[in-house]
Each structure stands twice: as C-alpha cells, then as structure tokens.
C-alpha cells in the first residue's frame, strides 16, 4: 500500500471510530418528574429524592436523567404535562404531589409509577391495596393528611378560648374534601365552630388572609396542599400581619416563622420514592413493591413567633414538641 493511501485510509478511521463508539454507548435511562407546584422551595425535596436515587447506585447527569415538568401551582396544567412525558417515553414517571398522582395514573397504564402524597392512595384510587398495589403504580406516603384533626386539637390546646377555628383549603386538591370532612367531624366533637376559606392563587390567600383578619379570627388551620405550601413564606407574614395563631403541616413553615407545624417528614418521603424508582429502574415491577408508610410525626413550636404574637404556649405543649424554635 501507497504511503498516501495508508495516511488517508487513518484518516477516514480516525473519522469512524468515534462515531462508531457513540453509537454503541448505551443510552441513559430518563426518570419523568412531575410536580404541582413549583422548584422554588422544593429544592431539598428534590435532593433527598437524588440521595434516595443515589443509594441504588443512580446519580443524575452520570447513569441517569431527570426530565422536570412544574405546574406552577396550576392543576389544570398537569394532564398536559404528564402527556408530554408518556410522549417521550420516559423509564419512570416520580409524581410528587396528590393532584399528580391521579393525573400521572390516569395518563399511563404502562410506564411505570412513583408517588408521593399525604393522603390514603387506596382511597383515591392509585392503589389496590398498601400490601399488593397492582398494576404499575406504588410510592410513599406520609400522615399529613390522616394528622388533621389532631392539629385541630393542637391549636385548640394553644388557644382554648377561641370558639371559632378558620381552615384554608385549596379546593381544587383532591384530598382537600378528606380533609374537610375530618375537620368537621373534629371540630364538632371539641365543641369548636368551623369557617372555611379557599385559596387557590397566590392573590386569593391574600384576600383569604385578609378577611379571616377583618373577621377577627384568631386560629388558622392551613391544609395539607403542595400549592399552599410552596407559598409558605406568604402565608407566614400574613398571619403575623393580621395576628392570626396558625398551625400547619409540615416543619418548614415552622423553620419559616410559622407558630406550630404537626405532620410527617416530607422529606425521607421524597427520599424514599427515589429508592423504589432506582430499584424500578433495576428491574423491580411496582405491582410488587408495597407501598412505604412513613408513620412518624413531628410538632415543631416556634417560640420566637409565639413571642411576636402575644401567644402562651402551655408547658405541656412544649414538653410534647420535638424541636422549639426559639
């Protein structure tokens, strides 16, 4: 062979082989999430997810990638959004956040599922049964929701004269009729009397807030709702403007400046429907991994803000408190 022959023939292979190496290296497996609300706020959220990835050998960017679809705290939003994933035929579809839930499982039998929410999956219908799910959809579950009446009890131990207990609840969520339902039955049963605000716009907590203030209502209940919640910074300086005692769900309206928080940690959830989507990803069918209840609760005080409000937390609140914010 010709010295110019052998140097154009390197050349051509010089130009081949890479190309060929691309297209034997095998493609990484895309992980859909989806979420109502938005990544403002839900950061650590997602990194414990990442951490629950991680620990089934699934580190993002390297052997795996996240597709992230926000619906900005419109629900109406999710069924598009969640077509678009079983479009692109994602490996899994995370659905963080009740309304996601239903919408995910409505929009594929076939890709499979992972959930997060703090209501009764088999009540609404994701699941068969927390033992045996069935069909392609399990997850984790936290108490939030099932917790509600005792954080009516809770705020009625911080403010025993207050007849009247106002509940803010986003109508739209799927659990938030649950929810009502319990706190009706509880309310009576403690002799307290119930008013009702909805808000589902960030505008509307601010005319909800307001009214609840010219009412002269003293006790708040926030329900358990990925929108209400991504708006915690908002609804923490509303109550201390109008001086209105609230209790929530979850301890990062607490960490916020919130007066109480009493419900389960959110979080490891997260972190735990990381681990069964990696092992998903391994190989494992979510008709067979039973669905995790995170069973622990915690009551979280915020002194500093009891202290801004003229509010006195009775001894017997604090002993029970996990952690006091002071």
Known sequence: MKRREFVSLLGSAAVVWPVA?????????????????????????????????????????????????????????????????????????VATSTPANLVAKQATAQIPIVFTTSSDPVELGLVASLDRPGGNV????????????????????????ASVVAALVNPVNPNAKTQSRALEAAARSIG????????????????????????????????TDAFLF????????????????????????????????YGGNVEDVYRLAGTYTGRILKGDKPADLPVIQSTAVQLIVNLKTANTLGVTVPMSLLARANEVIE
């Open 21 to 93: 190496a691309w297209a034997q290296k095998p493609m990484m497996p895309v992980i859909g999430f989806i979420n109502g609300t938005s990544p403002q706020g839900y950061g650590h959220f997602v990194a414990a997810f990442r951490r629950g990835l991680a620990e089934t050998g699934y580190v993002e960017g390297q052997n795996v990638e996240i597709e992230y679809r926000w619906a900005e705290g419109h629900y109406d939003r999710l069924p598009a959004l969640a077509a678009d994933l079983v479009g692109r035929r994602v490996a899994v579809i």
């Open 230 to 261: 991504s708006r915690r910074a908002q609804l923490v300086d509303l109550a201390k403007r109008y001086a209105i005692s609230t209790i929530f769900d979850r301890r990062e309206y607490a960490e916020a400046g919130g007066l109480v928080s």
């Open 192 to 223: 307290l009397q119930l008013d009702t605000v909805n808000a589902t716009t960030e505008s509307e907590i601010d005319v909800a807030l307001a009214e609840l203030g010219e009412r002269g209502r003293s006790a708040l209940l926030v329900d």
């Open 138 to 161: 399990t997850g984790a579950v936290t108490l939030n929701v099932e917790v509600v009446s005792k954080r009516l009890e809770l705020l009625h131990e911080l403010l025993p004269n």
